[in-house]
């Protein structure tokens, strides 16, 4: 019934589903769409993050509704939201714990990809898009700090629109187009609230590309390996619904626990303090999720010269700013600096192992960001950035060629099944009770 | 089709680009211009709008800042630091004078001073006066040393906390990340002791 290619339902729904096969398309896309049977729970975040961005949506909605994009009012309305719009608290805590969430599943979401392999042919489009996104959700993440107008939000604005001032010749000008004024002021603050208003629907947008450049392949596997034919599959709905629900509620616990008792904990104390563009606060700092790149923007403290010459090429301000930039275009280009034929990382012996040093690596430059720009955690930062930008165009291309990866097994059901192919009718058999 | 078009089945210009393809170009060119004309208005609405650019020039009375006072003005939404430095301040700077800075400009090319064989001039001979944009060249943080009791860094000058940038006596960078000096923004005597921002 499910292949025919038609929707059972009421004669409505068929009458609509000729004209405009919608329904046909959301059960072949969702319910019928075979994946393969072996996803561990690593493979919950894709969907966690989906959800993620609906609530962020959700509450951001009606938070903009009691927001005022305005210098002088913005501080005092996100403090009337808290005290006396009715579970504005609430809403609110929600939505700034949401980006925080966001990010924490996402990076899992990544860090998944890397380790199974997912970004490597087909689904290197998949994987860009991916890329998109996480920039994307960074660009509103950063404007919609800066919306309640505290001190983090100015300073944290100031230093990053300052960035684009490393660029050579027309540096100036473009920061002053981002600004609107000669300064982080009331003309910024209103676009950035434009824009993280609108961001948030092109992340939409781009999320359906990249579900449908998924469901061009279908899911990548602990495995790594391609499925062999029915036996492999399994349908959507009901076994990873219900596999992705589970996951969501204990999600959902974890996120209702932070931001009932630690609302707090992720954010940083400054931003109760109203925007002061005469005193700028001792130590600035960017949210968690964007430290491992602050530590790399900071990392490059010296300029870099033609040797003997003292003729500068690359300023200290525009080298970390290159740096932070290429550390996400590295991103991007990893399916192209990762040949390796074997996707998993279960059956890459010494890959494995330096995934988790770049694991590794990636906590220890989030906390160089998180501590002051000296002595010490600068030299730490500039190892640890050495060792990120090693590990995409030194390791890996050399792992692609001198690893010896071990053998892969036949089929996804074989360890399962023990047999292989012989099976496919007991696969078939959970597709009709669906 | 073009061919037939273009003379019943006689091949026009075969080799070189046919009529046709001279007006895609054009035509092509045309609306790239076109658009470029129309999407220009909606990016220049970013920039800075009048009435920001009409508040660019701030007026300061400098009479009441006594050798060793600094006061901090707002222009163009930043903070300039006014400092009226003595005489050993600014004898450290033009000491201090030399190429290896990594922002090399002698202290006299950073003051401007009244114009000269004015009464202004004779009053003032040598401005003791420094005017800087108390913005870090870094990353644009506000450099702490205005205040009495503030950290002024190693060189007397200001010290930016953010990033760790010490700046001299001159406003000049003198250790640490920030790439320039403090800028001098552009001010004139007005009379002997006020002096117009920008």
């Known amino acids: 019934m499910a292949s025919n290619g038609t929707a059972p339902g009421s004669k409505l729904v068929k009458w609509i589903d000729h004209r405009l096969p919608i329904f046909t398309f959301m059960r072949h896309e969702t319910h019928e769409y075979p994946t393969p049977r072996n996803l561990s729970y690593w493979w919950n975040f894709g969907s966690l993050a989906g959800i993620v961005l609906v609530i962020m949506i959700a509450t951001g909605l009606v938070l903009a509704m009691q927001y005022a994009p305005h210098k002088d009012l913005a501080f005092d309305s996100v403090e009337r939201i808290m005290r006396d719009v009715n579970g504005g608290w609430l809403l609110r805590y929600i939505h700034m714990n949401g980006a925080s969430f966001f990010f924490i599943v996402v990076y899992i979401h990544i860090f998944r990809g890397l380790y199974y ?46 960035l684009f001032s490393a660029i050579p010749l027309v540096g100036e000008s473009i920061v002053e187009w981002l600004w609107g004024g000669f300064s982080v002021d009331n003309p910024t ?18 999320v359906f590309l990249h579900l449908w450049a998924l469901h061009r392949f279908g899911s990548n596997n602990p495995l790594g390996i391609d499925a062999k034919g029915p036996q492999d599959k399994i349908p959507f709905h009901p076994y990873y619904t219900v596999k992705d629900a589970f996951g969501l509620g204990v999600f959902l616990i974890v996120f209702a626990a932070v931001v009932s ?130 590990h995409f165009l ?3 291309p050399l792992l692609s060629i001198l690893e010896r990866p071990k053998p892969l097994p036949a089929s996804i059901g074989e360890p399962v099944l023990k047999g292989g192919g012989t099976l496919a009718g007991a696969a078939a058999k959970p597709m009709e009770k669906a | 089709m073009s061919k037939a078009l273009q003379g019943g089945g006689q091949p026009v210009e075969e080799q070189g ?15 790239a ?116 009791g503030q950290p002024r860094g190693d060189y007397g000058g200001w010290f930016c906390p953010c990033h760790g940038s010490h700046y001299d006596t001159s406003g000049r960078i003198r250790k640490g990340p920030a790439p320039k000096n403090l800028a001098v923004p552009p001010y004139n005597y007005l009379e002997e002791k006020q002096i117009l921002i920008g």
């Not at chain 1, 997912?118 to 404007?143: C, D, H, N, Q």
């Not at chain 2, 680009?17 to 609306?31: H, I, N, P, S, W």
């Not at chain 2, 030399?98 to 202004?120: A, H, L, Y």
């Open chain 1, 117 to 162: 392999g997912s970004y490597k042919p087909p689904r290197e489009i998949l994987w860009l898009l991916g890329v998109l996104i996480l920039l994307l959700m960074m660009g509103t993440a950063f404007m919609g700090y800066v919306l309640p107008w505290g001190q983090m939000s100015l300073w944290g604005a100031t230093v990053i629109t300052n």
């Open chain 1, 189 to 206: 603050l209103n676009r950035f609230f434009v824009f993280h208003f609108l961001l948030p629907f092109v992340i939409v947008a781009v």
């Open chain 1, 261 to 390: 008792f630690a609302p707090n904990f992720m954010g940083h104390p400054d931003n109760y303090i109203p925007a002061n563009p005469l005193v700028t606060p001792p130590h600035i700092v960017p949210e968690w999720y964007f430290l491992p790149f602050y530590a790399m923007l900071r990392a490059v403290d010296f300029d870099i010269a033609i040797p003997f010459t003292g003729i500068v090429i690359i300023e200290a301000k525009l080298g970390g700013v290159l740096v932070m930039f290429g550390s996400i275009a590295l991103l991007a280009l990893l399916p192209w600096l990762d040949r390796s034929p074997v996707r998993s990382g279960r059956f890459r012996p010494v890959f494995k192992w330096f995934f988790w040093v770049f694991a590794l690596d990636c906590v220890i430059l989030g906390y160089c960001g998180s501590q002051p720009a000296e002595g010490g955690w600068i030299v730490a930062a500039q190892i640890a950035t050495l060792w990120y930008f090693l």
């Open chain 1, 394 to 396: 030194a390791i890996l």
């Open chain 2, 17 to 31: 680009g046919t009529r046709r393809d001279f007006l895609y170009l054009t035509a092509g060119a045309m609306g």
């Open chain 2, 33 to 148: 211009i076109g658009t470029a004309a129309v999407v220009w208005p909606f990016i220049d609405s970013l920039n800075p709008a009048q009435d920001a650019v009409a508040l660019a020039s701030v007026e300061v009375d400098l009479s009441p800042v006594e050798v060793n006072q600094a006061i901090t003005v707002m222009w163009r939404g930043k903070p300039i630091f006014i400092r009226h430095r003595d005489r050993a301040e600014i004898e450290a700077a033009e000491a201090a004078d030399n190429d290896s800075m990594p922002d090399p400009e002698p202290d006299r090319q950073r003051i401007v001073q009244p114009p000269p064989n004015t009464p202004v001039a004779a009053a003032t001979p040598d401005s003791d006066f420094l005017v800087v944009v108390g913005v870090c060249t870094h990353l644009g943080c506000i450099p702490l040393g205005q205040k009495p």
